[in-house]
């Protein structure tokens, strides 16, 4: 028996689009197949981190099956990176109108936003989008896909409502899930998370989000520029407390400059309802304050999946705040059984479960000995502008005992960016004092994902700024950012001496 998915928020409302992304990722009619004798693996999961796993190991020539109880495409497809991104992409445009003057271009006023036709739009791009994780394109590629519950009942089996598949390898891949802060009077109040904002048909009045991490900002800015009053609730010193101090202030400025209002350092005491609005009781600097609002927007809090598995039937250890316990390899405490992606990881992301996914597929199938810990991973924050980062923070690196030299570009003297309007951003680079070696970049600019990912080749292939500044980037480009730092890097390896020497060899050579 399939999950009723009709019934799961994020395939809310039952329009032509929502139904066809049901169709794909959990067809109301799927019958689960008969298990075909012993797989080489089987895997939990069908989000990024799964289906990677799945459609690799078939590629591979594996017999395969997987599992999944909800929705195929995971977060990512469903409540995350697609729906998120097509909203994103929204509110630019509404910037881009809103700032068009600047460029010579007069709107008229009465400029409407349809929030309807944007949520109409992200439904349908996602439908479009979740035909790559379909449950019969995964058939199709020869893997045997089980839409159920999958409990683990022995070290080498798993069932499937009254189907048992016995494995040989297994990898655990069912992801994360959004939880709820313990706020007083907040479930009662009722709230919002990323499984359930993209259900919204209404745009808020107001919105209140609790949590400044990478989901409450980008939302926050977003519903701003849709036209709702968004207050940002944050408990520590500034937004995306993660991120370089300079990098979060200018993300921060940003998100004001767009109308959120933004409250840190405040302790959030209660939430409860009155005359049909919900109030928010919060405490900033030993002083009360209320913030009423219309909706309530989770932004913090995510943890593991691991609940229902039967993995202590299996041998797996697991947390139920950190997840599965696993070792470098992303070996379980039961060697024939693998977990990758958010249930295991402390980097959640979508290029981290597939990156994870390919180790898996190494090590569980071809005795292969990759190391999770081995990876660079990059990150970005889809904010406007966005923040990137790849590597070490300056302070990670002096923990650690490195001394850092950190050269640092503003967008501001970078060409492109100035005549696109969008100079207002930097770029860090830490390398090892002394040496060629890049340790760490964040950077701060409208396309800082597109961009990191330069350095994080350099970083992967042990290239470094020396190599970066030898590379011809075209002109003109933001991209000439990272040739600037590389260049700047290159100018240190000048030294006075060097200097007295080079102009003794051209004063011989006049």
């Given at each position: 028996?399939?999950?009723?998915?009709?019934?799961?928020?994020?395939?809310?409302p039952l329009d032509e689009h929502n139904r066809v992304l049901v169709e794909h990722v959990h067809p109301p009619d799927?019958?689960?197949?008969?298990?075909?004798?012993?797989?080489?693996?089987?895997?939990?999961?069908?989000?990024?981190?799964?289906?990677?796993?799945?459609?690799?190991?078939?590629?591979?020539?594996?017999?395969?099956?997987?599992?999944?109880?909800?929705?195929?495409?995971?977060?990512?497809?469903?409540?995350?990176?697609?729906?998120?991104?097509?909203?994103?992409?929204?509110?630019?445009?509404?910037?881009?109108?809103?700032?068009?003057?600047?460029?010579?271009?007069?709107?008229?006023?009465?400029?409407?936003?349809?929030?309807?036709?944007?949520?109409?739009?992200?439904?349908?791009?996602?439908?479009?989008?979740?035909?790559?994780?379909?449950?019969?394109?995964?058939?199709?590629?020869?893997?045997?896909?089980?839409?159920?519950?999958?409990?683990?009942?022995?070290?080498?089996?798993?069932?499937?409502?009254?189907?048992?598949?016995?494995?040989?390898?297994?990898?655990?891949?069912?992801?994360?899930?959004?939880?709820?802060l313990p706020i007083a009077g907040l479930a009662e109040a009722g709230y919002l998370t990323n499984e359930t904002l993209?259900?919204?048909?209404?745009?808020?009045?107001?919105?209140?989000?609790?949590?400044?991490?990478?989901?409450?900002?980008?939302?926050?800015?977003?519903?701003?520029?849709?036209?709702?009053?968004?207050?940002?609730?944050?408990?520590?010193?500034?937004?995306?407390?993660?991120?370089?101090?300079?990098?979060?202030?200018?993300?921060?400025?940003?998100?004001?400059?767009?109308?959120?209002?933004?409250?840190?350092?405040?302790?959030?005491?209660?939430?409860?309802?009155?005359?049909?609005?919900?109030?928010?009781?919060?405490?900033?600097?030993?002083?009360?304050?209320?913030?009423?609002?219309?909706?309530?927007?989770?932004?913090?809090?995510?943890?593991?999946?691991?609940?229902?598995?039967?993995?202590?039937?299996?041998?797996?250890?697991?947390?139920?705040?950190?997840?599965?316990?696993?070792?470098?390899?992303?070996?379980?405490?039961?060697?024939?059984?693998?977990?990758?992606?958010?249930?295991?990881?402390?980097?959640?992301?979508?290029?981290?479960?597939?990156?994870?996914?390919?180790?898996?597929?190494?090590?569980?199938?071809?005795?292969?000995?990759?190391?999770?810990?081995?990876?660079?991973?990059?990150?970005?924050?889809?904010?406007?502008?966005?923040?990137?980062?790849?590597?070490?923070?300056?302070?990670?690196?002096?923990?650690?005992?490195?001394?850092?030299?950190?050269?640092?570009?503003?967008?501001?003297?970078?060409?492109?960016?100035?005549?696109?309007?969008?100079?207002?951003?930097?770029?860090?680079?830490?390398?090892?004092?002394?040496?060629?070696?890049?340790?760490?970049?964040?950077?701060?600019?409208?396309?800082?994902?597109?961009?990191?990912?330069?350095?994080t080749l350099a970083m992967t292939s042990g290239a470094g700024l020396g190599t970066i500044a030898k590379t011809i980037?075209?002109?003109?480009?933001?991209?000439?950012?990272?040739?600037?730092?590389?260049?700047?890097?290159?100018?240190?390896?000048?030294?006075?001496?060097?200097?007295?020497?080079?102009?003794?060899?051209?004063?011989?050579?006049?």
């Open positions: 028996m399939t999950t009723d998915v009709f019934k799961l928020p994020q395939v809310q799927w019958e689960n197949p008969e298990p075909d004798g012993r797989y080489n693996i089987v895997v939990v999961g069908g989000g990024t981190a799964g289906l990677v796993t799945a459609a690799g190991a078939a590629g591979l020539g594996a017999k395969v099956a997987l599992i999944e109880r909800e929705l195929l495409g995971g977060d990512c497809l469903n409540v995350g990176c697609v729906p998120s991104k097509a909203l994103i992409r929204c509110a630019r445009a509404i910037a881009d109108v809103r700032d068009a003057g600047t460029f010579g271009v007069l709107v008229p006023d009465g400029v409407e936003v349809d929030f309807a036709a944007i949520m109409e739009r992200m439904r349908r791009l996602r439908a479009g989008i979740s035909q790559n994780d379909s449950a019969q394109r995964f058939r199709d590629l020869g893997i045997d896909v089980f839409v159920g519950e999958g409990r683990f009942t022995d070290h080498d089996t798993i069932a499937v409502g009254d189907k048992s598949l016995h494995f040989a390898k297994a990898c655990i891949a069912t992801g994360a899930r959004a939880v709820a993209f259900s919204l048909t209404e745009l808020p009045r107001r919105l209140t989000v609790i949590g400044a991490g990478p989901i409450g900002c980008e939302m926050a800015q977003c519903f701003a520029r849709f036209g709702s009053k968004v207050t940002l609730l944050e408990v520590s010193p500034h937004v995306l407390l993660r991120e370089d101090r300079d990098a979060a202030e200018r993300i921060q400025a940003a998100m004001q400059r767009d109308g959120v209002e933004i409250v840190c350092d405040c302790n959030i005491l209660r939430v409860r309802q009155e005359n049909g609005e919900k109030i928010v009781e919060i405490e900033v600097a030993g002083e009360g304050r209320t913030v009423p609002t219309d909706e309530i927007l989770l932004g913090a809090g995510r943890a593991p999946n691991v609940q229902g598995l039967g993995l202590d039937a299996a041998g797996v250890e697991f947390d139920e705040r950190a997840g599965v316990r696993v070792n470098d390899r992303l070996q379980t405490t039961n060697p024939n059984i693998y977990a990758a992606g958010d249930v295991c990881f402390a980097y959640k992301f979508t290029h981290t479960a597939d990156a994870l996914a390919r180790i898996v597929l190494q090590n569980a199938l071809f005795f292969g000995r990759s190391k999770a810990g081995a990876l660079t991973i990059p990150w970005c924050t889809y904010t406007d502008p966005e923040i990137a980062h790849v590597g070490l923070y300056a302070h990670e690196a002096e923990e650690k005992g490195i001394a850092v030299q950190t050269f640092t570009i503003e967008l501001a003297t970078v060409d492109r960016a100035i005549l696109e309007g969008e100079d207002d951003g930097f770029l860090k680079v830490h390398v090892q004092k002394g040496k060629d070696r890049i340790l760490g970049a964040t950077l701060v600019a409208r396309h800082a994902g597109d961009m990191i990912s330069e350095i980037h075209p002109y003109p480009t933001q991209a000439e950012a990272i040739k600037k730092a590389a260049d700047a890097y290159a100018r240190t390896r000048l030294t006075p001496a060097v200097k007295r020497l080079f102009e003794l060899v051209l004063r011989w050579r006049r």
